[in-house]
């Protein structure tokens, strides 16, 4: 196909992206009004108040702190789980063992949010199995609260990202030869020598992507907390949805929005940042050595 | 650590994660199958009540045509849109091409809810106010990315001269690109749809806000029920979507391989 | 540096995966500083024999002893063998420098031994230059020198390579060979070189192991490979390409009759019956059918030109016997009779 072709395929991209770009010119635009009565509705005049409000609310600044604390936690027991869970995938002998996890993370990366949500409710509820499981073990003497506070959240989430991280890196790990292993093996490494000298290291840029991605999605869970946070645990996108669907503040929840969209994508840069940086100290220590 | 010791021990983690990997979907499969309205374990008798239950449900019926019809516009139109943007991004140099390939993935990065509140407003004012219509176009926006990754993956591993092979024994642009290039595309084509179609069926965060007054969403009226009863009927569609989601790990697994589908997200 | 003390023994070595045997009662002796090449076609388990002598297969029987001391009980990591693989596995992430000090950091070594050591190990490989970059900013025959500087360093009993040259091009692969050969010799460490290519093979080794289906069919220095190879197989991986299915006869003088009926003369211990004539193309020399050396003669049917020399094949009977010979003008025509001196050492029978 010649040029002449290719802007007519860019179409429906165009659109699509114009569409997307144009959403979020009017809510930038609404962020900027005042709320007025009846069903979501604003008026003028243009101003920052709806800003302010947000910035100098202490209860709106600590859910976003949290928020940002929780997906650190998140990503870092992702990376913890998720890095030996794709270690074992890419490099165990046995054959059923690989497809097995494989064929897990995947079921758990295409099975619903809400499905698995509720799956942990079952599980870590007052009557559930963990509960049950701990009191027959006799290690608690009564039930533990799994749900409706931070920990059920973390660990619903934990699952969510996991898949996520786990399959980004398993893939980074697979492409390390085999042979680079044996060589350290071969040069006098022992098995954790080569994991912690080889392995981890060649696969730093894809830990920080799978990081990154983790982080993004743990920052804007909504689900999770909606379900497993009893109205306790509440991240900054449940806000946001309060803001619009109980007190009816269009112009407030766009503006607590934008705030948020930019703390995400300042975290994310940082991410990408990091990401640069391990790169560059690499050829750093080119120069310097 | 000796051999042994290293070897119980990563075979223990590997066991918990696939415990803790597949617990809920199980669980939930268990609870979905009992008789009775609480959870217990060991399951005291098995019925099919609570299937029963979700199919005369007429708010699971009609938010289970809903999420279909949804799916049926979505899935078809995203993958289209993603076969002509990425054949265009692949075969086509021109200037701003990185721009393009960053904008498109803008959706990816944006949080759910901030991308439904601002389509709220987007379509507040183009007083849309049919949830189908808004959801369909939020979705193939938000499920542009995952397509256009997938293929962008794989159009990497097709080999520029067989289309112009295929040109050179005389097949017409078009000819050569259906006969010879999409059939390659059939990997990343299929991860894309898998993507989309289980993100426009799961997709909460953007759909709770563009939904009306008489259209829901299978999440949506899940959420619902979830809130106001307790009794396993979600467990029922849980583990019907457990099901579907199965059928396209097995189906993905036979016709591309699994390890594809995570080289192509 | 004494030559008759043996650094490796193999004794009834095997290993089997799942009933299918890989390697099949080796038995080899190498003497300190020698250069052993593994030669043989692709799946003959020659890989699986030098992956066993590093570590990472584990033997199904028998034993590996370094300097008359058992390996097998000790990890890769334990062993006093280095390698240098087939893709060099350099560590993608680490220098050059860093690549080549891997080894002996782990020994603990102090740091400014360590940048002596390193640097000394890449001056041999005449990789100094190099010491700030990293592995993806090599070509392949740079890659091949730091890895083979990385192996050096750490001063293994045993220096195992698993075909070194095979992803470098023809013309860089020869200067290799000869840069290794001599590179070896300096050093006097004892190598084992697996590869494919016997005249790889010929170039580097002091002793060579043809191997086939996981079995040594010959245990020989390269001379006596060349000459005397002591079955088909081995000639015919030496480049051999005349042989000849017929039979050894008895009768008052010993004789070898080609299919068809044509005999020739030999010199043979052999009993009357079935056998295998072996006989290298540049060994026939062409004469006239009358000639008093003539051994035997036969039509030529096909010519074709190797540069300076022809290559003729010749029809005796049923088979075709192929000479190289040197070129006079435009060489003999086709459909010529000719007649072929053959010297008796450059002939060899097998019994089939």
Redesign the interface.
């Known amino acids: 196909m010649r040029g002449g072709a290719m802007p007519l395929l860019m179409l429906p991209m165009a659109v699509l992206m114009a569409l997307f770009f144009g959403a979020f010119a009017v809510f930038g635009f609404v962020s900027f009004l005042q709320p007025a009565s009846g069903m979501p509705g604003y008026q003028g005049p243009l101003g920052l108040s709806n800003y302010l409000r947000f910035l100098t609310d202490p209860a709106a600044l600590a859910i976003l702190g949290e928020t940002i604390v929780f997906a650190i936690v998140v990503t870092l027991a992702s990376i913890l789980l998720g890095y030996p869970l794709a270690y074992i995938m890419a490099r165990s002998p046995y054959r059923v063992v690989r497809s097995l996890l494989l064929g897990a993370l995947v079921l758990t990366f295409l099975s619903g949010s809400i499905n698995r949500a509720y799956g942990w409710l079952i599980l870590l509820g007052r009557r559930g199995v963990v509960n049950d499981a701990l009191l027959a073990l006799g290690l608690v003497d009564r039930p533990v609260a799994l749900v409706y506070n931070w920990t059920g959240v973390f660990i619903a989430l934990l699952h969510f990202t996991l898949p996520y991280f786990a399959l980004t890196v398993f893939g980074s790990i697979r492409s390390v030869p085999v042979q680079v292993e044996e060589a350290a093996r071969d040069l006098g490494a022992g098995p954790l020598s080569t994991f912690f000298r080889i392995t981890v290291p060649i696969t730093v840029p894809a830990i920080i992507s799978g990081a990154a991605l983790v982080f993004s999605l743990a920052i804007s869970a909504f689900a999770f907390p909606l379900l497993l946070g009893g109205g306790r645990v509440r991240l900054i996108s449940n806000y946001i949805y309060d803001q619009l669907f109980v007190a009816f503040n269009l112009p407030f929840a766009a503006a607590s929005s934008t705030i948020f969209l930019v703390v995400a994508i300042a975290t994310l840069c940082a991410f990408f940042w990091l990401e640069g940086a391990v790169t560059r100290r690499r050829a750093a220590k080119r120069g310097a050595a | 650590m000796n051999r042994l010791a290293s070897h119980t021990l990563w075979t223990l983690f590997g066991a918990a994660m696939l415990a803790f990997l597949l617990a809920p979907t199980l669980f939930t499969l268990l609870y979905s199958f009992s008789e009775a309205r609480y959870f217990s374990f060991p399951v005291q008798s098995y019925s099919l009540r609570w299937y029963v239950a979700f199919f005369s449900a007429a708010k699971f019926q009609k938010a289970a045509i809903e999420t279909g019809l949804l799916a049926l516009i979505v899935v078809p139109c995203c993958l289209t849109a993603a076969l002509c943007t990425s054949h265009a991004v692949a075969r086509w140099e021109f200037p701003g091409r990185r721009l393009v390939d960053a904008l498109i993935l803008s959706p990816l990065i944006v949080p759910g809810v901030v991308t439904g509140v601002a389509f709220l407003s987007l379509f507040r004012i183009l007083h849309q106010d049919i949830g189908l219509v808004r959801m369909a176009i939020a979705m193939m926006v938000v499920c542009l990315p995952y397509a256009v990754r997938a293929l962008a993956a794989n159009y990497g591993g097709v080999d520029r001269s067989t289309e112009e092979a295929a040109r050179d024994l005389g097949a017409g642009p078009l000819q050569a690109y259906l006969k010879v290039t999409l059939p390659q595309l059939k990997p990343g084509l299929l991860a894309g749809g898998v993507f989309v179609l289980v993100e426009v069926i799961d997709n909460f965060a953007v759909n709770v806000f563009l939904v009306d007054l008489d259209s829901n969403t299978l999440p949506i009226v899940a959420y619902q029920h979830i809130r106001d009863f307790d009794d396993p009927v979600v467990a029922v569609m849980s583990t019907l979507l457990s099901a579907l989601a199965l059928t396209l790990v097995v189906v993905f697994n036979r016709m591309v391989g699994l390890e594809k589908l995570s080289q192509s997200r | 540096m004494p030559a008759d003390v043996t650094a490796l023994e193999l004794a009834g070595l095997r290993k089997s995966y799942g009933g299918q045997a890989a390697v099949r009662e080796v038995d080899l002796r190498l003497p300190r500083g020698a250069l052993l090449t593994l030669l043989g076609p692709s799946g003959c388990g020659k890989s699986t024999l030098l992956r066993m002598i ?3 297969v584990e033997p199904s029987g028998g034993d590996i002893r370094i300097n008359g001391r058992s390996v097998l009980a000790l ?5 006093p ?3 240098v ?3 060099y ?5 680490m ?1 050059v ?2 690549n080549v000090a ?2 002996l950091r ?2 603990a070594t102090p740091r400014v031994e360590i940048a002596d050591k390193v640097r000394r190990a890449l001056a041999l490989v005449r990789m100094d230059a190099f ?4 592995p993806s900013e090599l070509s392949g025959g740079q890659q091949q020198r730091v ?1 083979l500087a ?2 050096l360093v ?1 001063e293994p009993e045993i220096l195992l390579l698993d075909e070194p040259f095979g992803a470098l091009d023809r013309h860089l692969r020869e200067e290799m060979q000869v840069e290794m050969r001599k590179l070896q010799r300096q050093l006097g460490v004892t190598m084992v070189v697996v590869t494919h290519d016997q005249e790889e093979a010929l170039v580097l080794s002091d002793y060579i192991a043809v191997m086939r289906a996981g079995a040594i069919e010959q245990f020989a220095e390269p001379i006596e490979l060349f000459d005397r190879p002591t079955n088909r197989f081995v000639a015919s991986f030496m480049g051999v390409s005349n042989l000849v299915d017929g039979i050894v006869e008895r009768d008052g003088e010993v004789s070898f009759r080609f299919p068809g009926g044509a005999r020739l003369p030999v010199v043979s211990d052999l009993p009357a019956g079935p056998a295998t004539l072996a006989l290298r193309p540049e060994a026939v020399r062409l004469c006239a059918p009358d000639d008093a050396a003539c051994r035997l003669t036969g039509t030529v049917a096909f010519t074709s030109l190797v540069g300076s020399r022809m290559s003729c094949e010749i029809k005796v009977g049923e088979t075709v016997v192929t000479a190289l010979v040197p070129r006079h003008g435009s060489g003999p025509a086709i459909g010529e009779r000719v007649g072929m001196a053959l010297a008796a050492e450059q002939l060899q029978l097998f019994a089939r």
């Open positions: 590093a570590g990472f990890r890769p990591e334990r062993r063998t280095a390698m693989f087939q893709s596995a350099l560590f993608p992430h220098t420098f860093d891997f080894g782990l020994r010491e700030a970059r990293f890895a990385r192996c750490v």
